[in-house]
């Protein structure tokens, strides 16, 4: 039962994150992605640590910058270049083999075993993000499916290692720490890229701090909290709910089409997070009394 509520608490975080399209392009101004994402981890970062008022201590210095790179300011980065290089549905289908990158490495970090029910879980959640997103005509871009697969690499390797080194304070902290390094290594990125934002409109404002209070620091606590109590081959495939909820809301906000392919891949998604969370409860021993 226990499980199943911290399970659900975790799901929360990729669900909102499907909503990052919409606001984006509904409420952000276009063609400033790192200053975007620096916007969105750096104020939320600072945020939570003048609340929590804890800063990292020795090794966790050097820890907070990587896992922020790893989780944040890599992973953000490759994921614009994959999006810009590739169709939408290609650059979503190329990161979708993250969970499967979790098995492999948490196999390695934490000697978990690989499950091949895991692995065939993984492989349908990436078949049904390919239904949601994944059109005929979609074109290959060779930079572009390697930034994907760095993204994605980036990603299971902060999500793992955000479990083994299992810090020693609570989730908002660890957030924070996170949130603030990964914000600090994307200002220099941006300021050297991108040109300067254009005056501010109140829906910009609205679209940052809903990115920012709700896409991060919000949803990355939930998330952290969730890898503290829970395998990261649990965790991770429940970020294959962010498409289905980025299909829903564009069905029932914008008025987008929802085909039958689409709505058969919505369905092969949720099995393939019920096979996730299957394999892990065969690896629990069975007692008799």
């Known amino acids: 039962m226990k499980q199943n509520l911290d399970l659900a608490f975790t799901a929360i975080a990729p669900a909102i994150w499907g909503s990052t399209y919409l606001v984006t392009t509904e409420f952000l101004p276009a063609g400033y992605p790192l200053t975007v994402a620096m916007l969105r981890a750096l104020p939320a970062g600072l945020l939570l640590l003048f609340v929590v008022r804890q800063m990292p201590k020795g090794i966790w210095w050097p820890r907070s910058f990587l896992l922020g790179a790893l989780n944040f300011s890599f992973f953000w980065a490759m994921l614009f270049v994959s999006a810009y290089r590739l169709p939408g549905g290609v650059a979503a289908t190329v990161g979708a083999i993250q969970p499967l990158i979790v098995v492999m490495l948490s196999r390695v970090v934490l000697g978990s075993p690989i499950k091949a029910l895991s692995v065939i879980a993984g492989m349908a959640g990436i078949g049904g993000v390919a239904l949601l997103v994944l ?100 965790v991770s495939p429940l970020g294959f709910l962010s498409p289905v909820v980025a299909i829903l809301l564009g069905w029932g906000v914008l008025g987008q089409e929802l085909t039958v392919v689409q709505s058969l891949g919505i369905v092969v998604v949720f099995a393939s997070v019920w096979l996730s969370q299957q394999a892990q409860m065969a690896r629990r021993p069975k007692f008799v009394s």
Do not use: C, K
Not at 143 to 161: E, K, Y
Not at 199 to 207: A, Q
């Open 135 to 234: 059109t005929p005509g979609a074109a290959l871009d060779p930079l572009g499916v390697a930034a994907g697969l760095a993204g994605a690499v980036s990603m299971a390797f902060g999500t793992v290692l955000s479990r083994h080194w299992a810090p020693p304070v609570a989730p908002l902290t660890f957030t924070a720490w996170q949130l603030a390094a990964g914000g600090l290594l994307l200002v220099p990125v941006a300021l050297f890229f991108e040109p300067s934002l254009p005056p501010l409109t109140v829906s910009n404002l609205l679209g940052f701090a809903y990115l920012g209070l709700i896409g991060a620091a919000f949803t990355y606590l939930l998330w952290f909290r969730g890898l503290s109590r829970l395998e990261p081959s649990q």
